[in-house]
């Protein structure tokens, strides 16, 4: 694709990689057959190809309006069209890029302002969430169903364990997963500790930039990032292996620290030393699979017929591309794993999305949930706070993350 971008963008890191991916682009349209919202909405404006060129009007110095906005608001960033390309379009990085120029040119106003600077300023603070979590489950039955969407009941952590290992890992504590599903990261030190890993949790962490960077605040997510850099970077020093991600959503975010702050010279250093160590999950567990499978042996029997399906998250499949490696760690352990049909659709969760976009994201949900539910499974599975919450507020049958089905399966200590 011809492009001539505005001096604005001419010789900046952000003009350059923005012209490359518009060059990349060959116009084909493959990328809508599998977008969710030109899926719903049928409007080439909300497909990946269609807000390719706005964006790119838009960069070569069209004026933006609010139209503009609608469309680029509606995308879920995803990433579905980015595994569809057979052009390798970054499409994400298009829409960041994009998405910062607009944020300048088309400013907020009335109640999407007000409410976009409350979730940047609720959301990554871990107390006040937490507080507001607790206030929201004493007065649950009270709030209308939307609202009660957000506020899962309480379930317990269980004990975390106490011995110290020789091999060491961390763990992203977060701002909304330890109040909403404080067992995620329990059952991920349970099942690690059984593995012989101790994790570790970095004091002052706090939330790894994702929501404010989401929400086009890009200074606030670069700050972010220094504060969770400089939270683990003595871990990493003293030899821990590995920053391991329990939410998807966080992982793919915190991967991509390098590029967050390429143009700080302090940093940039050791966000490359972060991202090089960055796993999700999933791929630590996989790691292990030989001494997990023998702590998992003697309970085999329990799990017979335990039908469950696996939910990917966006920000597993595409953002990080890695699939299938949760499904062949659940069915080497024993779980009846049913396949569903689309399965690269997005749930619409999507971060702050099902807050901003609640009809499109209820949409995509409740078609979600059909198809996983239709293999009729006892549970549904999947590896991020965002997506478990917002499913489980569209069905009945019981939603966990992945670990949690390993933790329980574990066979007691002898
Ligand atoms: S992003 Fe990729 S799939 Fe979509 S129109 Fe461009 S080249 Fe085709
Ligand atoms: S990121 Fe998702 S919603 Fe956005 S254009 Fe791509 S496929 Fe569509």
């Known amino acids: ?64 309006t609010a139209k503009t906005q609608l469309h680029l608001d509606r995308c879920l960033n995803c990433r579905s ?16 890029i994009g998405r910062e120029v607009l944020e300048a040119k ?30 929201g489950r004493l007065v649950r039955p009270l709030l209308p169903r939307l609202l009660q969407a957000k506020v899962p009941m309480a379930r317990g952590a269980g004990s975390r364990p106490t011995a110290m290992h020789s091999r060491k890992m961390i763990e992203l504590a977060g701002c909304v997963q330890p109040s909403m599903y404080p067992n995620i990261n329990a059952a991920t030190a349970r099942v690690l500790d059984r593995l012989g890993i101790t994790l570790l949790e970095a004091p ?35 030899g821990a292996e590995a920053i391991v991600m329990t939410a998807s959503g966080c992982g793919v975010h915190v991967r991509d620290y390098a590029h967050l702050l390429q143009e700080d010279p302090v940093y940039a250093p050791r966000a490359a030393r972060v991202c090089a160590a960055v796993q999700d999950l999933s791929e630590v567990i996989a790691k292990e699979k030989g001494p997990l499978a023998q702590l998992l042996e003697g309970t085999r029997k329990q799990r017979e017929g335990t039908s469950t399906v696996f939910h990917s ?18 069915q080497a352990a024993g779980f009846d794993i049913r396949p569903a049909a689309n399965g690269h659709m997005c749930c619409g969760a999507a971060g702050t999305y099902s807050i901003l976009e609640p009809e499109l994201a209820i949409q995509l949900r409740d078609l979600k949930v059909e198809t996983l539910s239709a293999g009729s499974p006892g549970v ?35």
């Not at 505005?6 to 952000?14: F, Q, R, T, V, W």
């Not at 490359?20 to 599998?34: K, P, S």
């Not at 990946?48 to 964006?55: D, E, M, S, T, V």
């Not at 939330?207 to 990032?225: K, Y």
């Open 81 to 96: 069209c980015e595994t569809t390309c057979p052009s390798g379009v970054h499409y994400s990085r298009l829409l960041d």
């Open 380 to 414: 549904i599975v999947s590896a991020n706070a965002g997506c478990i919450a917002h499913l489980q507020a569209g069905t009945p049958l019981p939603v966990r993350h992945w670990i949690e089905l390993i933790d329980q399966s574990l066979e007691p200590r002898p």
């Open 106 to 135: 088309v400013p907020r106003k009335g109640s999407d302002r007000l409410l976009r600077g409350v979730l940047k300023m609720a959301l990554p603070r871990a107390g006040l969430f937490g507080a507001a979590m607790r206030m």
């Open 1 to 64: 694709m011809e492009t001539h971008l505005i001096d604005l963008m001419k010789g900046s890191k952000a003009g350059a990689e923005a012209e490359a991916i518009l060059r990349a682009c060959v116009h084909c349209g493959f990328c809508n057959a599998t977008c969710p919202t030109y899926q719903l909405l049928g409007d080439e404006l909300d497909g990946p190809r269609g807000r390719i060129y706005l964006i790119k009007q838009m960069l070569e110095g069209d004026e933006p």
């Open 313 to 330: 998250p966006c920000t597993l499949q595409h953002g990080q591309q890695i699939r299938g490696v949760v499904e062949s760690l659940l």
């Open 204 to 238: 002052a962490t706090g939330c790894c930039g994702a929501l404010r960077f989401h929400l086009n605040d890009v200074e606030a997510a670069r700050e972010d990032a220094r504060r969770v850099i400089d939270a683990w970077w003595p871990l990493l020093e003293a």
